[in-house]
């Protein structure tokens, strides 16, 4: 947990590969390991044992890597709209993305917007997506955990910021470089992005997504 103009931040990311030098300078993250599932349960169980210690935090911030086929490589958004791009539960008519029986949107507003990022709209998913994959996805970027981190942080009421660097899919993944190339680079901005976050905190300018 991190103290920002009195409030209490969780910094949640996947893996260890993403937290770079300049970020280890900023916070300790809740490593929770890569995919939804890893995601949710490890951020539940950490809120869980928080709010058992009347220390829920007061925003979590979900950030790391991202793919995007048609946003800047290396370059930083903020997510305004996140869905979960695994569910289809179609085949029962339900739209597809919406989830049987809860009371959600497919895709779903994030409540906080920090000035002078950009935004995008993020699909969550337990694959990675490369190359004709894209086509099928209507949001501008994909990742495995932010879908995930909201809903945990949905439990305990708890407003959720998302933070992604572009690491790949303007090329066809073939190897694990394909991917790491650009985490340095991310680092560094990500990490100028939560310089952003926390002056918005200490300012009370963080604003409703539009």
């Known amino acids: 947990?991190?103290?920002i103009g009195g409030q209490r931040v969780l910094f949640v990311m996947a893996a260890t590969a993403e937290y770079g030098v300049e970020l280890k300078q900023r916070f300790t993250p809740l490593i929770t390991g890569v995919g939804p599932v890893e995601a949710a349960a490890v951020t539940a169980a950490s809120l869980s044992s928080l709010a058992a210690q009347e220390k829920l935090p007061d925003l979590v911030v979900s950030l790391g890597s991202a793919g995007s086929r048609t946003l800047e490589q290396g370059e930083i958004y903020q997510v305004s709209h996140v869905s979960y791009r695994d569910m289809d539960?179609?085949?029962?008519?339900?739209p597809k993305g919406e989830t049987p029986f809860l009371d959600l949107p497919a895709t779903v507003a994030l409540p906080l917007q920090i000035p002078s990022i950009k935004s995008a709209r993020l699909a969550t998913g337990a694959s990675i997506v490369n190359g004709a994959a894209y086509d099928l996805i209507e949001s501008d970027m994909v990742d495995m955990e932010t879908f995930a981190v909201l809903r945990a942080a949905m439990q305990f009421s708890v407003p959720l910021v998302g933070?992604?660097?572009i690491s790949d899919g303007r090329q066809e993944l073939r190897r694990y470089s394909d991917w790491s190339e650009y985490l340095q680079i991310i680092d560094e901005r990500l990490a100028a992005a939560v310089d952003k976050l926390s002056t918005a905190i200490e300012r009370n300018s963080l604003s409703p997504v539009r």
């Open 163 to 165: 933070l992604r660097g």
């Open 1 to 3: 947990m991190t103290r």
């Open 89 to 94: 539960a179609s085949a029962l008519g339900f």
